[in-house]
């Protein structure tokens, strides 16, 4: 065990000490050969939405149901980020205290928990397209006053609406989300029901970092070899019938593999419409640049002396 000491003369000079002696107490990872963002580029191609410091899956329910709970009592830009931290926070205690607790967050540092769920969900929420909101956490934070707004001014003008240059507003969360229990959040736990797999299954199914395609540029793209991060197309050709090809659809491991195969209407034989004899030998010896034809080589190496010193020729032995 080790230790330092220290004299400071002002209130000043100690505040500067601690600060750093707080430092040490910060632990972190290096990228010494900066190959960090090679890692995390494969991460999100081979396991979009998720991450090493993710827990369960239900937090990406709690999560979402937290903050609508927070937007059905219109709470303010400035004071969401306090009542959201506070509401994560009172979820440590009930989940505790369930049949299925594993991973739960919070639980050893409880009010002192520095990196809340909704900090580690928060981009997995838009790679699966739960959270409908493009931006970071604390925009979404700023936006929520002027959404308040438009949601004022839009129901006030529900009588009168034109349809054809309506200003609807788009919802900060998938239309679809699952309802939470009626006891949420007074009783939490982490285990899914049948009902909310489903939902993220379809949500994971859906979600274009997962399919790995769009539907809107799939017909832009070559069908004779496509890759894909989470599919793979391959069309072959089956030899026998002019323009017939088998697909094999080969998609994530969420998605159900497919064969399909397409071939044209059947064709009568064509029958020729000229004769031709066959070439000459002349024409035939002229057209190749070597025509087949019988030659016979004899190779003569020298292979030594004999006895009396003289150098002698003869054919290699085979």
């Not at 349809?163 to 899914?192: K, Q, T, Y």
């Not at 970092?209 to 004779?224: L, Q, T, V, Y």
Request: aromatic fraction near 8%.
């Amino acid at each position: 065990m080790s230790a330092f000491v220290w004299l400071d003369y002002s209130e000043s000079e100690r505040r500067k000490m601690l600060d750093v002696v707080d430092l040490f107490r910060e632990h972190d990872t290096r990228d010494e050969l900066g190959i960090g963002s090679v890692r995390d580029a494969f991460a999100d191609m081979l396991f979009p939405g998720t991450s090493t410091i993710m827990t369960r899956a239900r937090y990406f329910l709690l999560v979402a149901w937290t903050y609508q709970r927070l937007e059905k009592v219109r709470a303010k830009s400035g004071e969401i980020a306090t009542r959201a931290r506070r509401a994560e926070l009172d979820l440590v205690e009930p989940i505790e205290r369930s049949d299925d607790n594993d991973g739960n967050i919070g639980k050893v540092a409880k009010t002192a928990l520095k990196r809340l769920p909704s900090s580690v969900y928060w981009q997995g929420l838009s790679v699966w397209g739960i959270r409908s909101f493009r931006g970071a956490q604390v925009q979404y934070h700023r936006s929520l006053d002027r959404y308040y707004a438009q949601l004022t001014r839009h129901g006030g003008r529900a009588s009168e609406r034109d349809v054809e240059h309506d200003d609807l507003i788009s919802p900060n969360w998938h239309a679809g989300l699952v309802s939470p229990p009626e006891d949420f959040p007074a009783e939490c736990s982490l285990r899914l029901t049948r009902r909310e797999a489903e939902y993220l299954a379809e949500r994971i199914r859906l979600s274009p970092a997962c399919s790995g395609s769009n539907n809107r540029n799939r017909s832009k793209r070559s069908m004779r070899t496509t890759c894909w991060p989470r599919a793979v197309t391959r069309v072959f050709d089956v030899v026998g019938r002019a323009a017939a090809t088998t697909m094999w659809r080969s998609a994530s491991r969420f998605c159900a593999s497919s064969v399909r195969s397409e071939s044209p209407r059947a064709s009568s034989p064509i029958t020729a419409t000229s004769r031709h004899s066959a070439p000459i030998a002349d024409t035939f010896a002229a057209t190749l640049a070597a025509p087949p034809s019988a030659a016979r080589r004899v190779c003569t190496v020298t292979t030594g002396t004999g006895a009396s010193g003289e150098i002698r020729s003869a054919s290699p032995a085979r």
